[in-house]
T-cell receptor, first 113, second 116 residues
Framework: DQQVKQNSPSLSVQEGRISILNCDYT??????FLWYKKYPAEGPTFLIS?????DKNEDGRFTVFLNKSAKHLSLHIVPSQPGDSAVYFC????????????FGQGTRLTINP | EAGVVQSPRYKIIEKKQPVAFWCNPI?????LYWYRQNLGQGPELLIR????????DSQLPKDRFSAERLKGVDSTLKIQPAELGDSAVYLC??????????????FGPGTRLTVL
């Protein structure tokens, strides 16, 4: 049972345009969500997070939106840069208790010059 | 600040052989995690330590996997004997959990295990 799903295995975006990565979850107990970025041969790097008490969190070029009723979150990157090319993982957890992170399958983002 | 250190970075073994991975977390982090990442998938938690105590090992295949975290700092993950299906990237992560606040986990580069 995949509790966190990233339905797009890959995404290609022109440099300077907006990249939108999507993530869906099924467990209504999840109340904290994170995005990680992963380059080849490196571990995932924390990018941005959002608590379920918010619907938007912004950090520079990165913005995460949370739609609790739809159990959906998205990561917006604007403007997209070549260095943003990586695999992006969405992750979710229950902030109370074990704080176990559940990851999606990842989306490979390619920024074309 | 040094990040999470893992060694070795790559390991190739034959099936039925033992293998061990080592992790040194970020200084001061009280919580340590081991994850397994299969090709094309996200990381999956194997075990979580709070200081020296394993507080969640429900996903650890205990017949062949073992882990320890001595003195609440470094940790080792062992597989004995390894099977073909154990080929994956093994990631270590650490975090500083304070009270009930959600933590941000910081990952090491991982160990890529290939079982032949």
């Amino acid at each position: 049972d995949q509790q966190v799903k990233q339905n797009s295995p890959s995404l290609s975006v022109q440099e300077g345009r907006i990249s939108i990565l999507n993530c869906d979850y099924t467990n209504s107990m999840f109340d904290y969500f994170l995005w990680y970025k992963k380059y080849p041969a490196e571990g995932p790097t924390f990018l941005i997070s959002i608590s379920s008490i918010k619907d938007k969190n912004e950090d520079g070029r990165f913005t995460v939106f949370l739609n609790k009723s739809a159990k959906h979150l998205s990561l917006h990157i604007v403007p997209s840069q070549p260095g943003d090319s990586a695999v992006y993982f969405c992750a979710a957890m229950r902030s109370q208790g074990a704080q176990k992170l559940v990851f999606g399958q990842g989306t490979r983002l390619t920024i074309n010059p | 600040e040094a990040g999470v250190v893992q060694s070795p970075r790559y390991k190739i073994i034959e099936k039925k052989q033992p293998v061990a991975f080592w992790c040194n977390p970020i200084s001061g982090h009280n919580t340590l995690y081991w994850y397994r990442q299969n090709l094309g998938q996200g990381p999956e938690l194997l075990i979580r330590y709070e200081n020296e105590e394993a507080v969640d090992d429900s996903q650890l295949p205990k017949d062949r996997f073992s882990a320890e975290r001595l003195k609440g700092v470094d940790s080792t993950l062992k597989i004995q004997p390894a099977e073909l299906g154990d080929s994956a990237v093994y990631l270590c992560a650490s975090s500083l959990v304070v009270g009930s606040s959600p933590d941000t986990q910081y990952f090491g580069p991982g160990t890529r295990l290939t079982v032949l």
